[in-house]
């Protein structure tokens, strides 16, 4: 066992037999021969040479000094997976892997196969169309490190003296980008105009295209349905109409009430890749959906 192995004194673990052995630092009869051995890590024990006892520190200053070691759960112990070869890593009984390209061994995160275990795991977020758990972006411990090592996904807030994720750069396709709401695709994933006003009531509403939505306490889009219980305010707007009991756009609030009626190509073109699309009529169905999102629909059934 590796864990009574590393505990011994007298004994070391060998990741490339994946057995334990006689330490090295007992073949050294001398102080200053010992205290040379800095790769074995040998201390001279006051009659003899051994392997300097790890992480044994008693407060967490102390424990993370120490390149060896690490403090977690309350108490210091041994840095997980820190092997030099392949074959020590993958065989660590903690989780490891071996990365082929630096040639470092690392402990597997967020390897939850759940949504609920996955985000009491404050290094993990659980993405729901995968479905998978991943290490959470943005994960750096200051403010030079967040804004310098990934310009543009990283930004720090000062409120909280965190490093968080830059709004809607997490989502790297489009159907991900949908499911948020504050967020929009163009070619990526970009925060919807309004939201750069964040809660600040005044100046949302002081920008025609924008209204403060106090239920969810953040800027949005302008939207003349949202007045639907409250005449006042609809006829307040400029940019809304009333017309029977309906508040809509006033770009169009005076226009007769109209069928749209719509012809799709059929023919062999439409089964071609367009753009990002793998096909003619996904290229369409976006379209349409943003054309549907500025028209002041009734929503009768045709």
Known sequence: DK?????????????????????????????????????????????????KELCKYTNATACDADTDCEFRDGVCKDKKC????????????DMCAWD??????????????????????????????????????????????????????????NVTSTCVTAPCKEYQSELECHQDDSCEWTTTCVPKYCERYGQDENACNSDTQCMYDAS????????????????CRCQKDPDCFWDKGTCKTGKNGECPTLDIVLLVDGSASMSQTFGRHPHGFYGLMEVLKVWARGLTLSGERA
Not at 8 to 37: I, M, Q, R
Not at 83 to 92: F, M, P
């Open 216 to 231: 969810r306490l953040k800027c949005v889009t302008k939207d003349c349905g949202a007045f639907q219980n409250d005449t």
């Open 3 to 51: 864990t009574v192995c590393n505990g011994d004194a007298g004994c070391v673990w060998f990741d490339t037999t994946l057995s334990c052995g006689d330490s090295p630092c007992l073949k050294h009869c001398g102080e200053p021969e010992c205290s040379a051995d800095t790769g074995n890590k040998c201390v001279w024990a006051g009659a003899y040479c051994e392997k």
């Open 82 to 93: 820190k092997h030099a070869t392949e074959q020590g890593c993958v065989a660590d009984p």
């Open 100 to 157: 082929n390209i630096d040639g470092t061994c690392a402990e597997i995160t967020c390897n939850w196969d759940n949504a609920d275990q996955c985000e009491l795991d404050t290094k993990c977020r659980w993405k729901p169309l995968v479905p998978k758990c991943e290490p959470r972006l943005c994960q750096y411990p200051n403010q030079t490190a967040c804004e310098t090592t990934e310009p543009g996904l990283c930004l720090w807030e």
